[in-house]
Structures are given as C-alpha cells and as structure tokens.
C-alpha cells in the first residue's frame, strides 16, 4: 500500500518539515512503504516532479529536493508495491494530459483496463494506480469537469464490478486540488485527513517545539496552507475526510465537500 501527502498555499513552500521533521514523517512513513518516493509541486506557471523507485528515508536526493521545491500545489507519495515492481516508470506521481495523480489502493488492473480507450492507454508503467489515472482523466476530458469524472469513473467501477481496495487519490489540474477518500473496506487504514494551518484558535502551548517553530515562521511570512495527508503528520487538529467524498480546495484556499455516491 502507500501513503499519501499534499498541500495548497498562497505562496510557494516547501516539503523539508512534512519530508523530514514533522512527529509522524513521510521519511518515517516510507519505511513501511519502501518501494518509492516521488513529489510533483506547482510553482504558478508549470509542474516540475522528481521521484525514485527506492524508500525516501534512504534517498540523499529526496533531502535536497525536499528543500529546493517551492510550489503552491504539492502532490507527494511513499509507495509500498503491490501492481508492478519497483521502477521509475511505476513510482507516483504521474503527469498526464495537464493533471498530476497519485493513489493509495488496489485495483484490478485487467478489468479495469476494458475501461479505458485505447487513445488514453499510453501507460508508462504496468500499475493498477496509473491505469485509474488515466481513466480518470479520459471521463474527466469527456464530461468536461474533473468531479463529474470521478463520479463516472466510479459509477463504471461499479457497474463493471471492478474489484478495488481503495480509490483514494491526491490529483490536480493546477488550478484546483482534488482529495478522493473512497474505500471499500479497511477503512480505519485507508483514511484522508485536512489541516488548515493556521488553524484558528490556535493554542501553540499544545504544540511540540518543532511544530511550534514551523507555525510562528509561517505566520511570521503570513504563509496559509490546506494540508492532506494519509494520516495526521503532527499534533495538530487534523479533520478526518468523510468515507465516499472528495474534497476540492482552490487558489483562495476555500474547500468544498462534495458526496461521491
């Protein structure tokens, strides 16, 4: 399985804390998810990724890009493989078409590829994940909408009797951040949380030292940011994603919670 962080702010940032520093680390993570390490970041004008088929926590690369990006969107995963071996060409995030995706589940590759034209099966790898991707993208294009293609995708996957663990996904068109929390069982694992940090009401005294640092340098620089992730990275109050919803964040940082039936 795999492990899932991202993130939306009014100027660019960085990963290094949530990579390195934050109490439950995605370097932490990776070391029960050491198949791959990969980051696709939104500077304004274009997407930039960088990833590698082996455990972040092992990565020198994964220390000098954690400090280097600078992206208003963030898209970041640590993968643990169950479709397709450890290479580049399997490691998340993808880009296609315009949109950047990365997924924490399992699917079956083969019925789910019935489903996708063969216009869009030009696949760099041999995952069920990346095969999502690009079906989502295909009824995303066609509906004219990225919501309205989701909600196609699952109605598909449904009727086609696709068997699948987790449909939970981090995906962006650099305008917009789509959060997908949509499992099938499991569901104490296969979690979604937001944190908006600042969060209001903020009590820095509850805060480990760290956190407190980080906090008082980004209200220092008036930075703001929605936070996504697997599973809470700090001691902050995370908010855990409704099973079956997706959550849409925008360039003001505003959310909308919308049911995926």
Excluded at 85 to 94: F, G, Q, S, V
Excluded at 140 to 165: D, N, P, T
Excluded at 205 to 224: C, F, M, V, W
Aim: glycine share 6%.
């Amino acid at each position: 399985m795999c492990r899932l962080f991202g993130l939306y702010a009014n100027v660019p940032v960085n990963v290094a804390f949530s990579f390195y520093e934050a109490g439950t680390s995605m370097s932490e993570l990776s070391r029960r998810n050491p198949d791959g390490w990969g980051v696709a970041w939104f500077d304004g004008r274009e997407w930039h990724l960088e990833k590698e088929p082996w455990a972040l926590y092992e990565s020198e690369k994964a220390r000098e890009v954690a400090r280097s990006v600078r992206g208003l969107i963030i898209i970041s995963h640590v993968r643990r493989a169950t479709h397709g071996e450890a290479r580049y060409e399997n490691t998340h995030p993808w880009i296609y078409r315009g949109f950047v995706f990365a997924h924490n589940g399992y699917l079956d590759r083969e019925r789910l590829l019935r489903l996708v034209r063969v216009e869009y099966r030009d696949f760099e790898g041999e995952t069920d994940s990346e095969v999502l991707f690009h079906l989502i993208v295909q009824e995303a294009l066609e509906a004219g909408g990225f919501v309205e293609g989701v909600k196609r995708v699952v109605e598909k996957i449904k009727r086609e009797g696709v068997h699948y663990s987790s449909l939970n996904f981090l995906a962006s068109d650099g305008v917009k951040l789509y959060v997908l929390r949509y499992a099938n069982y499991n569901l104490d694992y296969y979690t979604l949380y937001y944190l908006e940090r600042p969060e209001e009401g903020l009590h820095l005294e509850r805060l480990s030292q760290e956190t407190t640092q980080l906090i008082r340098a980004k209200l220092t620089r008036e930075e703001r940011a929605i936070l996504v992730a697997s599973e809470p990275l700090t001691e902050e109050r995370w908010s855990r994603i409704p099973n079956r919803h997706m959550l849409v964040i925008d360039r003001s940082l505003k959310m909308k919670l919308i049911e995926i039936p």
